[in-house]
């Protein structure tokens, strides 16, 4: 068995092409859109990312309009599809339209950014493991959820695929 570090994008290509058995990947666009199997395996919650000396950094949980005037830097759909869908919505049912100022590729480069007093972000909660000094994580009064899933080919599975999602 071989691990590989591919985005969702990635692994639903090489899903697809037969260069890897199966894929985890977040949400299920990538598998519904490329025509996968899926199984969810587990869901996470989005957090709020801010700057260390932001007003909402200071409260335990932060209601999601305290950051209605501040500016997003988002993830891109390519590294995490539909998390920008999911920021927003969550933005429009706190009662505001976020002001994105930058996507961006990577969770790193967006901690990089909102350390730097850039802007804030939500975040799948799975981030927070990334190194993020002048950084502070804050729980979401009502957070947006995304399912996370196991992808594969429309295929039989084969024996180590048929165990892993026996596990699962």
């Known amino acids: ?37 899926k199984r969810k395996v587990g869901s996470c919650a989005f957090v709020a990312a801010v700057p260390k000396n932001h007003r909402a950094a200071k409260k335990n949980v932060v209601p999601l309009s305290i950051l209605s005037d501040d500016f ?25 339209r976020p002001k994105i100022l930058q996507m961006v590729e990577r969770g790193y480069t967006i901690l990089g950014l909102v350390a730097g007093n850039c802007g804030v972000a939500l975040l799948p909660e ?15 009064a009502d957070p947006p959820k995304a399912n996370l899933y196991l992808a594969w080919r429309d295929r039989v599975p084969d024996l180590m695929l048929t165990n892993l999602l026996d596990v699962l």
Not at 81 to 96: D, Q, Y
């Open 126 to 140: 799975s981030l927070k493991a990334l190194p993020h000094s002048g950084i502070v994580f804050r729980p979401l």
């Open 1 to 37: 068995m071989n691990l590989f570090d591919l985005s969702a994008l990635q692994q639903a290509q090489a899903l697809l092409e037969g260069r890897i058995d199966a894929g985890f990947i977040g949400f299920a666009h990538e598998a519904d859109t490329a025509g996968l199997n």
């Open 72 to 96: 997003f830097i988002g993830i891109s759909d390519q590294t995490y599809p539909g998390a920008s869908r999911c920021v927003t919505e969550a933005c429009a049912r706190a009662g505001f």
